[in-house]
């Protein structure tokens, strides 16, 4: 778990609003959920043969002897919510969430025990225009932070029947090799072969190019939505290939999958992951209710984000000071313009005027504003111009209380 500081924060801040804005636009609303659930939400929510619930929760007991647990992902709990309160019997929703979760992994580049996510889901709505909406909200977010080298790959994962038939096929087919097989994939195979598809290991990855196709068990309606999605994204001119080894493991996952990747990242490769999960709401106890989403990991966005393409946000105006009174002063004349919405850094050491000089060039200002006992006597206080065309007088005397003549000069 790292420590966000100053020097990071102002990009995540950044990458943050940008998110929000784009959110506003699609009309989507915010929805904060407790970082705590009952473990059992995640066991039933997640499934307890995915790795995530198997070997990566922070689970405890709490003074009450419930089974707690740090969320690591942001589905279960937002269905959670919407069950709840009712918001889903007062129509389809479109909603986002954004914060930390956690999950005990093997800590490295783009990996982290606590990350964050932003996420996006829909809830009571199932036409393909809807997955396609969906998928544009996270590839335009991405875009306009000025991603490049963007894939986005999708699947359809068809209907819980079409799948039961190609599991059946997979397995068979696999049997002739189990040989070749390591021992997770051993595992999966019996407890959940699609989940071998999504294998890491370069040998299992060639053994499956032989492997039945997912694709070539959809039912017709299952390649008519697939065909109409994909029409849709050709017509939104949003470039995407088929991938068909992109899969979820549980049975209320169906119709699209998908995933924005970055040749950029190496191995933890994968920006955004998504899909369609009509099961999960009933699955939890709540109606039956189509029902999409997607989550983006922040930290894999930042590695991605140059460094250039973030403005710094600089002082605009330092105040250098000297005595009692004038300290004060110059917290006094600070709020009011900060009010006025400029970014002001007050000295904070009392030394010479011109070791504070100094570092009123060094913290990028454009403007010190000087305040000393003497000047206080005639309530003046003085502006210098330390940036910009400095044409004849760069330095005005002005009354400390004429906040307006003040802030024109500084507007200057
Ligand atoms: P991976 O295959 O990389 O482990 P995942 O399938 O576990 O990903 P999801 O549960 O789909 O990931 O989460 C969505 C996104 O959250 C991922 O695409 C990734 O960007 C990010 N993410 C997941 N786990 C972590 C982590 N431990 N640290 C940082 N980011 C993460
Ligand atoms: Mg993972």
């Not at 996510?117 to 998928?135: C, P, R, Y």
């Not at 009011?336 to 010479?352: H, M, Q, T, W």
Request: hydrophobic share 35%.
């Amino acid at each position: 778990m790292i420590d966000l500081l100053p020097s990071q924060a102002e990009r995540w801040q950044k990458v943050e609003a940008l998110a929000r804005d784009h959110f506003r636009r699609a009309g989507l609303g915010e929805i904060r959920t407790p970082l705590l659930e009952y473990t059992e939400l995640f066991a039933r929510g997640i499934g307890e043969a995915t790795d995530v619930v198997g070997k990566e929760m922070y689970s405890f007991f709490d003074r009450g002897d419930r089974s707690c647990t740090l969320r690591p992902e942001g589905t279960a709990s937002v269905v959670r919510s919407v069950i709840q309160n009712g918001l889903l019997s007062q129509g389809s929703q479109r909603l986002w969430y954004m914060g930390p979760m956690f999950r005990y992994e093997r800590p490295q580049a783009g990996r982290q025990r606590q990350f964050h996510q932003i996420g996006v889901e829909f809830f009571g709505l199932s036409s393909e225009m809807s997955d396609a909406e969906l998928i544009s909200i996270a590839w335009d977010f991405l875009n306009d932070l000025g991603l490049r080298e963007l894939t986005l790959e999708i699947n359809s994962l068809g209907t819980k029947e079409d799948r039961k038939k190609y599991r059946q096929n997979l397995v068979s087919w696999l049997e002739d090799f189990t040989e070749l097989l390591d021992e997770e994939s051993l595992k999966q195979m019996n407890q959940n072969p699609l989940r071998i598809l999504d294998s890491k290991k370069p040998h299992i990855q060639k053994l499956l190019n032989g492997a039945p196709k997912l694709g070539d068990f959809l039912s017709n309606e299952s390649q008519e939505r697939f065909l109409n999605i994909q029409n849709i994204l050709n017509t939104l001119e949003i470039p995407f290939t088929i991938n068909q080894k992109l899969v979820r493991g549980l049975d209320y996952y169906c119709h699209t999958a998908f995933e924005i990747t970055s040749k950029q990242l190496g191995a933890q490769a994968t920006v955004c992951g998504g899909g369609r999960y009509d099961g999960l709401v009933e699955e939890l106890g709540g109606p039956k209710t189509p029902s999409i989403g997607w989550a983006i990991g922040l930290e894999r966005l930042l590695i991605l984000l140059n460094e250039d393409s973030f403005e710094k946000q600089f002082t605009e105006v330092y105040m250098v000071n000297k005595g009692d009174k004038a300290q004060v002063e110059a917290l006094r004349l600070a709020r009011d313009l900060r009010i006025s919405n400029f970014v002001v850094e007050i000295d904070p050491s009392g030394s010479a005027f011109s070791k504070q000089f100094k570092r009123a060039n060094r913290s990028n200002a454009s403007w010190a504003v000087i305040i000393g006992d003497q000047e206080l006597i005639q309530k003046e206080i003085r502006l210098k111009r330390l940036k910009g065309e400095i044409v004849g007088d760069n330095e005005y005397v002005v009354k400390n209380s004429d906040l307006n003549q003040i802030i024109k000069i500084l507007r200057s």
